[in-house]
């Protein structure tokens, strides 16, 4: 998840040529922060998985990470899973919106793409891929085990407009059923941090 802020700026430049290296400082201890305007009856990352087997050790600007996540959000094993990331940037007192982003209405089927940029730098690193392909992000009780890995946090040769300032990044989650309607108890998370410019 930690991965998806990086993976969005890594989108963030497109058309301009100047190449800029950045180090990202992640605002909260605990990596993830409660929306501050999340939808009603949405739950935060940690009230749908429990990360107290998860290990993460930040040493300078490298997050290693290993054990486990036990997924325990409870929707059905036959949901539809949705997903949607904002990119959000903060200016003179507010968050203000920007194009960045994208959605997919079937999360489980691209979790393993890897094309996907949390393929490579996440679900690649999950070790029991056979029962996570199936059960994906539906819980209860389902564990994603992860090999020791690494996270750099930082952004090389980044080619796009200058970032500054506050970021954050705001994941939606929903479990849809078989007519479509959506559980009541979507996930909503943000990641907040700051692009520190490097040279
Ligand atoms: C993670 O789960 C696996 C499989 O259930 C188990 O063997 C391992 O001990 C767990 N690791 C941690 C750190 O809880």
């Known amino acids: 998840m930690v991965i998806m802020i990086v993976v969005l700026l890594l989108l ?6 100047w190449a800029t290296d950045y180090e990202l400082l992640l605002e909260d201890p605990d990596i993830f922060s409660t929306c501050s ?3 009603p009856g949405s739950i935060n ?5 429990n990360f107290d087997d998860l290990v993460v050790d930040q040493e300078a600007d490298t997050l290693h990470l290993s054990g486990n996540v036990t997924v325990i959000w409870d929707v059905q094993p036959t949901d539809r899973i949705t997903a949607k990331l904002d990119f959000f940037h903060y200016n003179r007192g507010s968050w203000e919106p920007t194009i960045f982003g994208m959605a997919t209405q ?3 089927s691209i979790m393993y793409d890897k ?4 393929y ?3 679900t690649k690193f999950i070790a029991n891929r056979h029962e996570v392909e199936k059960k994906c992000l539906r819980g209860p009780r389902t564990v994603l085990v992860h090999e020791p890995f690494d996270l750099i946090l930082k952004l090389e040769n980044f080619n796009g407009p200058l970032l500054r300032g506050r970021l954050k990044m705001v994941v939606l ?3 849809v059923d078989e007519l479509n309607i959506p559980r009541p108890n979507p996930i909503c ?3 907040r941090g700051e692009a520190l410019k490097l040279k």
Do not use: D, T
């Open 106 to 108: 079937n999360f489980c």
């Open 120 to 122: 490579k730098y996440w």
């Open 37 to 39: 305007e999340g939808p």
């Open 189 to 191: 998370l943000e990641i």
């Open 115 to 118: 094309h996907q940029y949390w």
């Open 173 to 175: 989650f929903n479990a």
């Open 12 to 17: 963030y430049g497109v058309a301009s040529s």
């Open 45 to 49: 990352i940690r009230q749908a998985m």
